[in-house]
């Protein structure tokens, strides 16, 4: 009885869990993005804006609101009420603010916020809304990009009052060792090769020495 179909499949079977198990590793740590996508009054500019997660953030952490833009050819965007760098209240600022212009009808804006609010309990905190227009006449050819709520928890327990908080000193980050991550990938790379290897030489494409017909 020829055992080579039964084999193959094995193999196949191994490589289809691997390749499951890389994947499963690789999404468990993506980040979930929202698109929201309007159109001005005018239907002369398109926006797409992809945010974050809404939820699970503390002092120091970056949000970060990227925006395509599709407008007529030749129109230039009026950047006169896009958010620039610095404070916008006095717990959220802007770190960052990029335009690029891909095409004569397409371009990104990308925006990085920075928020650090002292709270005591969960609270739903709000980036405010900004218009994008095009031209000299923004009363014509303009979009709003909507406020965005996010939840917002504090690091410190609620139980506790402001005297009994003692600021700690900047750390630096500790590094984290990279070996047994190595390890495991050559690992994963020898079982991979073994099995192509393996299927290769079963089908003939591969052989270790002359064999008769």
Not at 11 to 31: D, G, P
Not at 117 to 141: C, H, N, R, W, Y
Not at 168 to 184: D, E, H, I, R, Y
Request: charged letters at 15%.
């Amino acid at each position: 009885m020829n055992n080579k179909p039964i084999a193959t499949a094995w193999i196949i079977l191994l490589q289809m869990i691997l390749v499951v198990l890389f994947t499963s590793m690789n999404t468990s740590h993506a980040e979930q993005v929202t698109t929201t996508v309007l159109q001005s009054k005018s239907k002369k500019i398109q926006i797409a804006l992809h945010t974050p997660r809404y939820f699970g953030y503390t002092a120091g952490d970056t949000i970060q609101h990227m925006i395509d833009i599709s407008m007529p050819s030749g129109s230039d965007i009026n950047t006169h009420h896009i958010p620039a760098k610095g404070a916008i209240s006095d717990w959220l600022d802007v770190i960052d603010v990029q335009l690029h212009k891909q095409s004569s009808t397409q371009s990104t804006l990308r925006i990085q916020y920075q928020v650090a609010k002292s709270v005591k309990t969960t609270e739903l905190l709000e980036i405010p809304a900004f218009k994008i227009s095009l031209g000299q006449q923004p009363e014509v050819d303009s979009i709003t990009v909507p406020a965005w709520t996010f939840s917002y928890s504090t690091i410190v327990p609620s139980r506790m009052s402001d005297a009994e908080i003692t600021p700690q000193p900047a750390q630096q980050p500790v590094l984290l060792t990279t070996q047994p991550m190595f390890g495991k990938m050559l690992i994963y790379l020898f079982a991979t090769a073994t099995c192509l290897g393996y299927l290769l030489w079963r089908r003939g494409y591969w052989r270790f020495q002359a064999k008769k017909t």
